[in-house]
């Protein structure tokens, strides 16, 4: 399988960048996740599981390492007062530099359906950049396990040309002068079935039919055993003894 695109998104739940290379680090690509919005009121962060909304904003990293925020409207903001406007609550830029170390709490609806009553429950994320987990630093994704799913409803780092990644768990690859262990596949919510730009539609059935052929499951995760640049067109592959 070869690199068929490569993703960084710089503020969690946001739209983010499609890249030719990127240098991958131990907590993978550098500046992916490296922002979120938080709720000023609750202390929360907030994901496009809670704000739907947040998934028709785009995030970009500027030449200086910051980041700014494209509206719908098209207006360019890093402003907390401009974004709280947007979405209609007091929310805070806040980046997972400056957290003091401990893990942010979101909000999950849980195991409800797409069609099911919510019950929002609290979950907390991983500590530095803001995934959802610590075990999932760099995302992998196939077009062959995609079929005919747009794969910006996934929003993996990595897009593989190929037949499936399914079966790399377990396995040491290389992918350009990366080295990774690839662990479980990841656990798909309700984003997978929100509108986006661009002519994604709100689809209940991804949802459901992950749940009913793939027990929920799309996409591995890996850890960087050896950091280094990957750029499309790269070939995964054993890495070398």
């Known amino acids: 399988m070869r690199v068929l695109e490569l993703w960084r998104y710089p503020v969690k739940s ?3 960048e499609l890249l030719t290379e990127a240098h991958v680090g131990p907590l993978g690509i550098p500046r992916d996740r490296g922002w979120a919005l938080f709720d000023r009121d609750t202390g929360l962060g907030l994901t496009a599981r809670r704000a739907p909304e947040l998934l028709f904003g785009a995030a970009r990293v500027t030449p200086d390492g910051g980041v700014e925020v494209v509206l719908p409207d098209g207006t360019v903001t890093a402003d907390d007062a401009v974004l ?3 979405l209609g609550q007091r929310v805070e830029l806040r980046a997972a530099t400056e957290n003091d170390g401990s893990a942010p709490t979101y909000e999950d609806p849980g195991d409800e359906q797409p069609d099911g009553p919510i019950e929002w429950q609290q979950w907390q994320g991983a500590t530095g950049p803001f995934h959802d987990s610590p075990r999932i630093r760099l995302s992998l994704v196939s077009t062959g396990t995609l079929g005919n799913w747009d794969r910006r409803r996934f929003r993996a780092n990595v897009l ?3 037949a499936g990644e399914d079966d790399l768990r377990g396995q040491e690859l290389a992918l350009g002068e990366v080295e990774l262990r690839v662990g479980a596949p990841i656990a798909r919510c309700v984003m997978t079935t929100r509108p986006q730009p661009g ?5 209940t059935s991804v949802l459901k039919t992950i749940h009913r052929e793939r027990d929920g499951m799309l996409a591995v995760r890996a850890a960087v ?8 067109g790269d070939v995964l592959e054993p890495a070398a003894d």
């Open 225 to 232: 055993t050896r950091p280094g640049r990957v750029r499309v």
């Open 84 to 86: 709280s406007d947007w």
């Open 14 to 16: 946001l739209q983010g």
């Open 160 to 162: 593989l040309d190929g």
């Open 199 to 203: 002519g994604i539609d709100r689809d």
